[in-house]
């Protein structure tokens, strides 16, 4: 076992310890309406059919799992590399498959799943075995969309690249965020067509109540101003096999 997965196995009994979902800041008034808008993107991007089936990697407690299902009622196998982060999800849905997987080495066979998504996962991974993967198990036109943080968003930035706010703030050693154009050139190389990478979200997590009908607005229009847009806080990847 690699110290990559030793670590992220780590990560996931520290989750569960301290609650992930208030961890991964999707249980404040402003992550639950972050968490529907980004569950809204991924399913509308992903263009399943009821009973396609899709994959998910990096499901953790089946947050998204569950949003995804009731938006596309897709035949949907969601995996974490955690047992313990997935035991969770089993006893909260279950109308989702879990299953235990290295997302940088997969079990499934070529060509098997229409989309594959993610929520915030693909940033603690090697990437290019990862999409490499990805790009494997998807059915020739099959579709990726996954939502990822930005790095060129000031505060993931300092998060990400300050050794000791990124332990301080809880992120695991090997985790990142992604740089929207050199990341198109990686899926470019590992074969994917169609690519479009773009980025949002200006709505913070601990954005008052009051406020977050405003701030939204707000941050829906700074998405569609060039140049400003690449300080979101996140990105939407989408790629195509």
Known sequence: MNQRIINELEHGKKLLAEGAESVWNWESAAGKVRADRRAGLLASYSNLKPGEPALEIGC????????FFKLTHADITATDLSQDLLNVARMKYHQIRFKVEDAMSLSFEDNRFQAVFGSSV???LDLKKAVTEIRRVLKPGGRMVFAEPN???PQIFIQKNIPFIKKWLGDSPDET???RWQFKKLLKETGFNNIHIFPYDFLHPATPPLMIGFIN????TIERIPGLREIAGSVIIYAEK
């Open 60 to 67: 953790g407690t089946g947050l998204f799992s569950n949003k």
């Open 151 to 153: 790095m060129l968003n």
């Open 177 to 179: 965020a992604i740089i």
């Open 122 to 124: 693909l940033h603690h």
């Open 217 to 220: 607005s707000i941050g829906k």
